[in-house]
């Protein structure tokens, strides 16, 4: 074996650029970090409003879903992040940590250590906040959250819509409560994406014990017996074997973690025998129980559309409600993201000719998979999310679609609208606004779960985020998600990484 760690890194996203800084932190530690994608850091990247145009560029896998029978067989996008940060170096930079109840939960399932108490120092940990230092926030870390530099007057239109429809203004969703409509705190700082990337790797990068690897790819984790040793990486035409001295830690995220582990010899042995793949380590779990909020919108002309400002991330309010479906113990159930130029990608290259309100359930039932399409690394994996199979979560989808159009027809919004696009006003029933569901319906890009923790056969790694009956191998990213957290995911991935860094250091 040659070029050996005391640590390697698969993956240089969300995760994976926080576990590089942290752990080489140690000048004792040596970190190899492992990266399929290149830097990361083009311009297109840092400037927040051209997050769509990152979808047909280099900086994504490309993915796509397969036939989604809940979608009207549609295959729905499915972005990725390639690149120093993943994907949060090409997602909509909102900042949203969930439900205090998501931890909770998580720790119930048979995960101590993951409760909202033991989770909340951790966003303390990782946050250089704008409203500074208290109870509930950090400013001391390195991920800058920013309120946003000039908002949209739709935004506070909308705003003032929800509060007049009888919902509470929010200033911070990530504070006392998180009922309410009001702007999104961002992952923004000076006007420039802040990823993971230029929040963790980039200033640790000159350490002499952290080597980052871009442009390549990891073909299987290496095990000697019970013990992962090893990453084998293809890389300049070659492929070569990096070793790993404590620990592998897979950081891949949902979609390729699962598919790395599967292609190491590690998952159902039904499905790896079906590939061909010898199998190392028998854990059927692995790759199952995929989960994504899935969205709808309401589209909407405008009388006046201006174009979006260059620091914008496109998504700039919301809402979070709870269902009038709902007697449990979460105080929210959907949220909504106010577009007010749309389509984004128009938006980002210009001005748009409408708005858009995106209503996305926060815990769907709806469950599905990742799986090997073939025993080749290159090939993408089978990517199924099961969209809207389960009916509860489309009946909160209608739900919020019906809250979407009252807040719409409410002022001080209505007056700068010039009629629904989209489902247009004929649609009035159940039947019409789920046909409207399923033929336009897409994700907001949170997949969860594919690695989910816990103690029994149902899952892949413990508390401590260790692949079950192996040594010296973690996952580390949102594959690890027992249950999806009730918002946007990117945040509750940094805290993961941040008190898996802790977790490690106390083997080494």
């Known amino acids: 074996m040659t070029n050996g760690s005391d640590i390697v890194i698969v993956g240089a996203g969300s995760a994976g650029c926080v576990l590089a800084a942290r752990l080489s932190e140690d000048p004792h530690c040596r970190v190899t970090l492992i990266e399929a994608g290149g830097d990361g850091d083009s311009s297109v990247v840092r400037q927040p409003s051209q997050w769509p145009l990152l979808w047909d560029r280099d900086e994504n896998w490309g993915y796509a879903t397969t036939m989604q029978s809940g979608y009207a067989l549609r295959s729905i996008p499915c972005p990725r992040g390639k690149g120093l940060g993943g994907t949060s170096a090409i997602n909509a930079m909102i900042v949203i940590r969930g439900d205090p109840h998501d931890f909770d939960h998580w720790r119930d399932l048979g995960n101590p250590g993951w409760g909202w108490r033991d989770v909340l120092p951790y966003f303390l940990r990782c946050e250089d906040h704008v409203l500074g230092p208290s109870a509930l926030h950090g400013a001391a870390g390195p991920l800058a959250v920013t309120a946003p530099m000039t908002p949209n007057p739709m ?57 980052v690897i871009t442009r390549a790819r990891a073909l299987r984790v290496v095990l000697d017996g ?97 269902s009038a479906r709902s007697s449990g ?130 899952a892949v790694v413990n508390a401590e985020l260790r692949v079950h009956g192996l040594r010296g191998l973690r996952v580390v990213d949102a594959s690890v998600m027992p249950q999806i957290t009730s918002g946007n995911t990117n945040l509750p991935v940094i805290m993961i990484a941040e008190r898996a860094a802790d977790l490690i250091r106390r083997v080494l």
């Open 155 to 211: 935004a506070h239109a909308f705003i003032d819509a929800a509060v007049a429809c009888g919902h509470r203004r929010n200033r911070d969703f990530n504070g006392e409560y998180r009922d309410g409509s009001g702007l999104y705190h961002l992952s923004v700082r000076n006007g420039t994406r802040c990823s993971t990337a230029a929040a963790y790797l980039r200033p640790a990068m000159a350490r002499p014990n952290l080597q």
């Open 226 to 322: 019970d013990r992962a040793v090893g990453v084998d990486i293809f890389e300049g035409g070659r492929a070569r074997r990096i070793e790993a001295m404590q620990e592998v830690l897979v950081c891949a995220g949902t979609i390729d973690s699962p598919k790395l582990l599967m292609l190491s010899g590690i998952g159902d042995p039904v499905a790896l025998q079906s590939h061909g793949v010898s199998i190392k380590h028998v854990l059927p779990a692995v790759g199952r129980h995929l989960c994504d909020h899935p969205t709808s919108s309401l589209v909407l002309a405008l009388r006046a559309p201006e174009p979006a400002h260059p620091g914008s991330n496109l998504a700039e309010a919301g809402l979070f409600m709870k």
């Open 329 to 458: 113990e979460y105080t929210t159930d959907l949220q909504f993201l106010v577009v007010p130029q749309a389509p984004v990608v128009t938006a980002a290259r210009g001005q748009a000719p409408a708005m858009a309100i995106a209503v996305q359930v926060l815990r769907p039932l709806s469950r599905g998979s990742v799986a090997l399409r073939s025993v080749d690394p290159l090939d993408p994996p089978l990517i199924d999310p099961g969209y809207m199979t389960d009916p509860e979560d489309l009946a909160l989808q209608i739900e919020g679609l019906r809250e979407a159009r009252r807040i719409a027809a409410a002022e001080p919004l209505a007056r700068h609208l010039d009629g629904e696009l989209a489902p247009g006003p004929a649609a009035a029933t159940d039947a019409h606004l789920e046909r409207h569901i399923r033929n336009t319906g897409v994700c907001i890009y949170h997949p969860v779960g594919t690695c989910r923790m816990g103690p029994g056969e149902d």
